[in-house]
Nanobody, 115 residues
Framework: QVQLVESGGGLVQPGGSLRLSCAVS????????VAWYRQSPGKEREQVAR???????NYRDSVKGRFTISRDNGKNMVTLQMNSLKPEDTAVYYC?????????WGQGTQVTVSS
């Protein structure tokens, strides 16, 4: 059974940093793509970053140069390092795996960027 558990959200001032973690169980990271999504009130959920099974990374344009996705295969953990945070980054952040056309989601972690 695939399980994803996010942690690391919180309140941060503009320009600050946060590190989100996604503890993954039930799959092997080197055989799956793991992505981070976010959703703010009134908006659709959007993909922020992803890391493929072979380690290739992709980012949405608005976070390029500020966010970094990485993984620790030994700990089965995927992290999202977020720097230079902006108020528009405020959202609930979710970890995602799509496996055999089935989406698996974590419970989400709130990130609030505000002074």
């Amino acid at each position: 059974q695939v399980q994803l558990v996010e942690s690391g959200g919180g309140l941060v001032q503009p320009g600050g940093s946060l590190r989100l973690s996604c503890a993954v169980s039930g799959i092997i990271l080197t055989s799956n793509t793991v992505a981070w999504y976010r959703q703010s009130p009134g908006k659709e959920r959007e993909q922020v970053a992803r890391i493929t099974s072979w380690g290739s990374t992709n980012y949405r344009d608005s976070v390029k140069g500020r966010f970094t996705i990485s993984r620790d295969n030994g700990k089965n953990m995927v992290t999202l390092q977020m720097n230079s945070l902006k108020p528009e980054d405020t959202a609930v952040y979710y970890c995602n795996v799509n496996r055999f056309s089935v989406d698996y989601w974590g419970q989400g972690t709130q990130v609030t960027v505000s002074s």
